[in-house]
């Protein structure tokens, strides 16, 4: 298949980036965008796809980051190990988020407010309980070895994310090409035919979201990894949410690069305003607002839509109502 | 321990805040109901707001209370231009776009508010600051009474415009049914837009009442706009009655949660209404339909 060749292309060609050069900058980059990849996708699989837009995506990835710093603190648990726990764990979340919300028919600006809503209740849950280490947060031991998942160069961890984006993107290649995905979009464009049809909505919607967890938890842990801390703000935070939402909708939602794509656009933003501003605060997130503005005004279907974007401006004027 | 008195106090304190929620959940319920968008940029606008009151205090040394004319027409303004210049062009005719934009505005608002501003967290001194009303055995911060009657006499006059004025008829008309208004010639755009403008005027008032009493910094719209969401959602999207009510409840809630949970396990009071509103009544105590 097509999907699956390009999929392979790429993973093998990054793989290969770390052979090519040893720059830290140059290495740093394609590991932060990898990284920003793996949010957006994750957000991607249940806001592209499902069509169910989640301002609280924090949630599985908060949660995906103290699972992972928990069970190697306190239950001496492999990173390796930790990993699949913690992306359990975020899909258990988004399991138990899609039960209740979609068991219940909210949608469109109604589940995006229940998402915040919860992202901040588990806020502050991790400020008020002991074993998340409340405001102090949790500091992760540095123990340098492959083995520990604290590779002693970035090539190591340039592998890992790479690992975690292809096993993201299979995921929606297989969500293009299965039943399973054809579901989730009728359920996406018209929930109503799609029942008419014999689709179970609550079922399809409820598997998106664990799905979507399940990567996005993947995302938080690997954030452990490499920062080695995490406290309630930085994971439960509205922060990442944004992060894993402007990269998708940037890039274009429902497509297979498009989150990729908007990740890398972001990345490349957010690095080169760094080098023109320093480290400003807030500097990076008024560039990813005015982007987000910027495209729903001139790019709705995001810059992989570029092309339809296009004729529809140009070709025929649009009505509106 | 706890005494019917400071029961008491806490009640009253409560429903004094109330009315200050009750008004900004106003602003966004009359935008919810006219526009059948959900306004992100709710708390993101108030924190303009409530930095323009500081500033038109500390800079130009007005009161928060003479800056009242100022800020409604600001906010309005404001509100007005936002709409027609960004949020209309970019919804391309779906709600969900929309959603998105108020969500870029409030984004960029705030970490503009804390570029330029830094995180400090900043309050205004005035004379009255300090100053208490005794109540009964309750003892209640005189710029909280001005706040409570501010608020309620705003929410009258905002009334009295929707129920009683050319312009209040349009915006209903158009909130029922915006083709049948457009064929009736009323502007639909422009009563978008001034809806949108009233909306935010309304927290350009509520910005002077509460910052004599509170404080601001960039990051203060987010404790309001989810507490507005909940009122709102408590009371009924696009229900007038139902945002003074819902206020004035969350107001006593939060108010009674703190004094026997602690302030941020309080906060948690109002997130689990919101979630059980949303979940077991979307249409609210006072909503018509689901």
């Known amino acids: 298949m097509k999907d699956l060749r390009a999929v392979a292309l790429f993973t093998t060609l990054i793989a290969l980036v770390p052979f090519l050069t040893q720059s830290g900058v140059v ?11 793996l949010l957006a996708q994750a957000w991607n699989i249940l806001g592209g796809y499902g069509g169910q837009f989640s301002f609280g995506h924090s949630l599985f990835f908060g949660t995906g980051a103290y699972v992972q710093a928990i069970a190697q603190m306190q239950a001496g648990l492999s990173p390796w190990l930790a990993l699949l726990l913690a992306a ?25 407010l229940v998402t915040l809503a919860f992202a901040e209740v588990f806020r502050i849950f991790a400020l008020s309980v002991p074993f998340t280490g409340a405001g102090v947060g949790l500091m992760l031991p540095l123990k340098e070895s492959a083995s520990n998942m604290q590779f002693a160069d970035k090539a190591g961890f340039v592998w890992l ?22 579901y989730l979009q009728a359920v996406r464009d018209n929930e109503d035919a799609a029942r008419a049809i014999g689709v179970n909505p609550f079922k399809i919607k409820l598997w998106a979201a664990i799905l979507s967890g399940g990567l996005m938890a993947a995302g938080g842990a690997f954030y452990v990894q490499i920062f080695h801390y995490i406290d309630p703000g930085l994971a439960y935070g509205p922060a990442t949410s944004v992060e894993a939402l402007v990269g998708a909708i940037v890039g274009g939602m429902g497509t297979l690069w498009g989150p990729l794509l908007g990740a890398v656009v972001l990345s490349v933003l957010g690095d080169v305003t760094r080098n023109m501003f320093g480290q400003l605060p807030g500097i990076n997130m008024v560039i990813y607002g005015c982007v987000l ?5 001139f790019l709705p279907r995001g810059i992989s839509g570029l092309g339809a974007s296009c004729r529809s401006i140009f070709g025929r004027k649009k009505d509106r109502s | 321990m706890f005494d019917l008195s400071i029961l008491f106090t806490s009640v009253l304190n409560g429903i004094t805040t109330g009315a200050v929620y009750a008004l900004i959940a106003l602003g966004l319920t009359l935008i919810y109901g006219v526009l059948h968008i959900i306004n992100f940029a709710h708390g993101a606008s108030l924190m303009v707001a409530l930095y323009g009151v500081y500033f038109l205090k500390e800079q130009l040394g007005i009161d928060p209370y003479a800056a009242l004319p100022v800020m409604v027409t600001v906010m309005f303004g404001l509100g007005y231009s936002l709409q027609r210049g960004i949020i209309n062009r970019a919804s391309h005719g779906k709600d969900e776009n929309i959603l998105l934009v108020t969500l870029g505005l409030s984004i960029v608002l705030e970490n503009l508010a804390l570029l330029f501003f830094k995180s400090d967290t ?18 209640i911060a005189l710029p909280k009474i001005v706040a409570f009657a501010g608020a309620l006499a705003v929410s009258a006059v905002l009334l009295a415009i929707m129920r009683y004025t050319d312009l209040g008829r349009a915006i209903r008309a158009v ?8 064929l009736m010639g009323i502007d639909v755009d422009h009563v978008y837009a001034m809806s949108f403008g009233i909306g935010l005027a309304c927290l350009g008032a509520a910005a002077c009442f509460l910052l004599p009493a509170y404080y601001v910094n960039p990051l203060v719209g987010n404790g309001f706009v989810l507490i507005a969401f909940t009122i709102v959602v408590l009371g009924g999207m696009g229900s007038f009655v139902g945002a003074l009510i819902g206020g004035l409840l969350i107001g006593v809630v939060e108010s009674i949660g703190g004094l026997y949970l602690g302030e941020s396990l309080g906060q948690v009071g109002i997130f689990v209404i919101f979630i059980a509103v949303l979940l077991f009544r979307p249409q609210g105590l006072f909503g018509a339909n689901a």
């Open chain 2, 175 to 182: 909130a029922k049914e915006k083709h049948g208004a457009r």
């Open chain 1, 88 to 112: 359990a764990s975020g899909a258990a979340v988004g399991g138990f988020i899609g039960s209740v919300s979609f068991r219940y028919g909210l949608k469109g600006s109604y589940f995006a």
């Open chain 1, 293 to 297: 503005i910027l495209i729903m005004l």
């Open chain 1, 161 to 182: 994310i790479l690992g975690l984006v292809t096993i993201a993107l299979l995921v929606t290649v297989w969500l293009r090409h299965s039943r399973f995905g054809a």
């Open chain 1, 27 to 37: 290495l740093n980059f394609v590991m932060m965008a990898l990284y920003a990849s």
């Open chain 2, 122 to 139: 900043r309050s205004i001194d005035t004379s009255y600051t300090l100053a208490t009303i005794t109540v009964g055995p309750a003892m």
